[in-house]
């Protein structure tokens, strides 16, 4: 015992020493790094579906762990991992797959897709459910589908993905928006606008009131995570969408009450994962022409047709309707025969870039994005910019209160000179007219074949200078979300919005050119628009989820919330505007001034204040059965009147779930659903259920003082004005193969 404590101390005093420490601490240095570099190794792989295609995107998470990684557009993933841990690798619509870490370095992963799709999370409104829970009509859609398609737009990206849901184009410019109807037009008095048409940049009227009946009844409630949506879908970046969901049938869409008559489209954006920082860069270009010219006269069959439309008249040759003028007999005597698609029509470019980045761990997850997207058009200087940045945050602040934030702006500005009519335009202008003068300057005025001249459409391009429509949207839309944990099962959440947009206009058209009025051909025309407009919504939930012995699944949803919108525009004109350059910029050296439109210039402010609540059961994955009831209040409507309640009931019947369905392995997916609801709507203006009065002008003659203003009473009081509803029976089967 003595010899082997003296042992010790010698050791002890050998360490002390620097000769001896120093290459006893590298060795165990060197000991401790090999056994470390031995313990960790890369490990790589490729993640493909059933039919061998690779998964971008597909999570590998070491389980346990807060270490994790996403594959690349090829299906391939990188990250460190020891011998014997698992790895746990997901993707959206395919069954979760472990693999634990062996000797080898390369793990290739297969993943199946899930059985119909049953279990996928699917977003219904103020939370989420199982598909095989699912009682409404609701479609969705998520981003790979909608990204097959090279649009501006979310809302092109839509066409013929989604059943029940039609939408038409409002116009041929670079930027045009759309209009949606899902099933159909459901009111007796509708909406003339459409939230997604965006304003050209000398428009007026109706345009300018793009925001004010975001609530009309026929047009679908845009929801972006969560919080009502008022306005253009084209501010949104189609790479930031994560999925959308449709709420077609009164069932699903009764938790957004009045707002949700027309249906609903809920846009859910991209939002960090666990993993390591991912860096994403999309881009895309391409070149828009137009397929085919339309199919016009040339100059000596359009004069055929003059010959052909005079038999019976006393006319002579040079007038109507004889071809017009001496300079256009010249013109079919020369062989002139002007295709004018052919001189005005141009191929245009269309590009998109987006680069992204995310990431995170199990307490903080964010995302980050930013975009540009050009849209070039056939007709000269026509185009459509768009730039925007997102970011979202998730944060875990304790084991009980998550808290999250996303903001999406953009700025987007669409030049439209000409706007959607040139087309049309092209086809009235006479085949038997010279675009140029014989010294090669444009031929300014065209005879059109009547006593009016037109201006060269050639102009669009040569007098660019003295054209301007332009119309130029900022925009910010920003969300918050808190959650806190109450007891086991019941959470309250808490929904902020604050939705802005400010929207400019500006119009210019110099004489001479093809753009200008007949009424103005020797003077200038001028125009701004401004129009603001912001929305803030605060919603309340108490959500209850509840899972007994694996068979009963009970959800219990109720909430309260407030939302206030408001919208202010103005609008002037001006004529002789002295010098093109001036464009305008400066309306007070102009000639006159006047207010724009009827309808142009505006204020207007409306609230909502709701209650809902909602009760969901699904019963050993066979039986569902959902109950909603809604009571919104608003301030359009009269005194008495402001306030609507109405319910909605949903059951379906999860038929392959049954015993006698067993044998039938080529069924994946057999559910019937039936629906019953009652839709409201508050689709109307704000201020209608008051008295209007207009303004007129009267001449009473120079020796009573002339001209005076005076009011007059336009429309009176609506003391009566309430909410129109509707009641809806839906029946649905789904099925697959």
Do not use: C
Request: glycine share 10%.
């Amino acid at each position: 015992m003595k010899k082997s404590q003296n042992l010790k101390q010698k050791m002890l005093t050998l360490l002390r020493t620097k000769k001896i420490a120093f290459p006893l601490l590298m060795l165990v240095g060197l000991l401790a790094s090999s056994v470390v570099a031995y313990a960790q190794k890369t490990i790589t792989g490729k993640i493909t579906g059933e039919q061998g295609a690779p998964l971008s995107g597909a999570s590998v998470v070491i389980k346990g762990k807060n270490t994790g990684t996403t594959s690349n557009e090829n299906g391939i993933f990188s990250l460190s991992a020891s011998k014997g841990d698992v790895l746990v690798i997901s993707n959206v619509d395919y069954t979760d797959q472990e693999v634990t870490v062996g000797d080898n370095t390369t793990v290739n992963v297969q993943l199946s897709l899930k059985s119909g799709n049953l279990d996928e999370v699917m977003v219904i409104g103020y939370g989420t459910q199982r598909r095989r829970d699912v009682t409404g009509a609701i479609t969705k859609i998520n981003s790979d589908v909608l990204l097959r398609t090279a649009s501006h737009s979310i809302i092109d990206q839509l066409k013929g993905n989604a059943a029940g849901v039609t939408i038409t184009s409002t116009g041929s410019v670079p930027g045009a928006g759309s209009q949606i109807r899902i099933r159909g037009n459901r009111t007796m008095v509708a909406n003339t606008t459409n939230q997604n048409l965006p304003s050209g940049g000398a428009a007026a009227g109706q345009q300018a009131l793009e925001a004010a009946n975001a609530d009309q009844a026929d047009a679908p409630l845009l929801v972006v995570d969560g919080i009502p949506y008022s306005g253009n879908l084209n501010d949104i970046s189609p790479n930031d969408i994560a999925s959308l969901e449709i709420l077609k049938d009164a069932s699903a869409t009764a938790i957004y009450g009045s707002r949700g008559a027309g249906g609903v489209i809920l846009v859910t954006t991209k939002r960090g994962a666990n993993g390591k920082v991912r860096f994403s860069y999309d881009a895309y270009y391409g070149v828009t022409k137009v397929m085919e010219n339309l199919n016009v006269y040339n100059g000596a069959e359009y004069a055929q047709l003059k010959l052909d439309a005079a038999e019976g008249h006393n006319t002579t040759p040079g007038s109507q309707p004889w071809p017009n003028s001496t300079a256009e007999l010249a013109a079919l005597a020369a062989g002139v025969s002007t295709d004018w698609q052919d001189l005005i029509y141009k191929s245009a470019p269309m590009t998109n870039h987006n680069l992204s980045i995310s990431g995170g761990n199990d307490r903080s997850k964010y995302s980050m994005s930013l975009g540009y997207f050009l849209q070039g058009g056939i007709i000269p200087n026509q185009d459509y910019k768009r730039y925007t940045i997102r970011s979202a945050m998730d944060h875990q602040l304790s084991k009980r209160i998550r808290i999250g934030l996303s903001t999406l702006n953009s700025v987007g500005v669409q030049n439209t000179p000409g706007g959607s009519g040139v087309t049309s335009g092209l086809m009235r202008i006479t085949p038997l007219a010279n675009p140029y003068n014989p010294d090669g300057t444009v031929n300014l005025q065209i005879l059109t074949g009547g006593t009016d001249n037109l201006f060269n459409p050639l102009t669009l391009k040569t007098r660019s200078e003295a054209i301007l429509s332009r119309n130029r949207r900022l925009r910010t839309f920003n969300s918050f979300y808190g959650e806190v944990d109450i007891i086991k099962g019941l959470k309250y959440r808490i929904n902020v919005g604050l939705d802005y947009y400010q929207d400019k206009g500006d119009g210019y058209s110099g004489p001479g050119t093809y753009v200008n009025t007949a009424l103005a051909q020797s003077q200038s025309t001028a125009s701004i628009r401004n129009t603001e407009f912001w929305q803030y919504t605060i919603e309340n939930l108490l959500i209850y989820e509840k899972t007994i012995k694996e068979k009963h699944r009970i959800g219990v949803t109720a909430l309260y919330s407030a939302q206030k919108s408001q919208s202010t525009s103005a609008f002037v004109t001006a004529i002789g505007v002295p010098f093109d350059f001036m464009q305008n910029k400066n309306l007070f050296q102009a000639a006159s001034i006047n207010p724009g439109a009827n309808g142009a210039n505006y204020f207007w402010e409306r609230g909502l204040l709701s209650l809902m609540g909602r009760v969901t059961y699904s019963f050993d994955n066979r039986y569902s059965l959902t109950g909603t009831v809604r009571r919104d209040g608003s301030s359009v409507l009269s005194p008495g009147n402001q306030y609507y309640t109405y319910p909605a009931f949903a059951v379906a019947w999860n038929a392959m779930n049954e015993k006698f369905m067993s044998g039938m392995s080529f069924i994946n997916n057999l559910k019937l659903r039936i629906g019953w609801g009652v839709a409201a709507s508050q689709g109307i203006n704000p201020y209608s259920t008051l008295g209007l009065l207009g303004a007129s002008a009267y001449n009473f003659g120079q020796g009573t003082g002339g001209q005076q203003n005076g009011y007059t009473i336009a429309s009176l009081p609506n003391k009566s004005l309430k909410w129109q509803s509707t009641s809806q029976f839906n029946f649905g089967l789904d099925f697959g193969f």
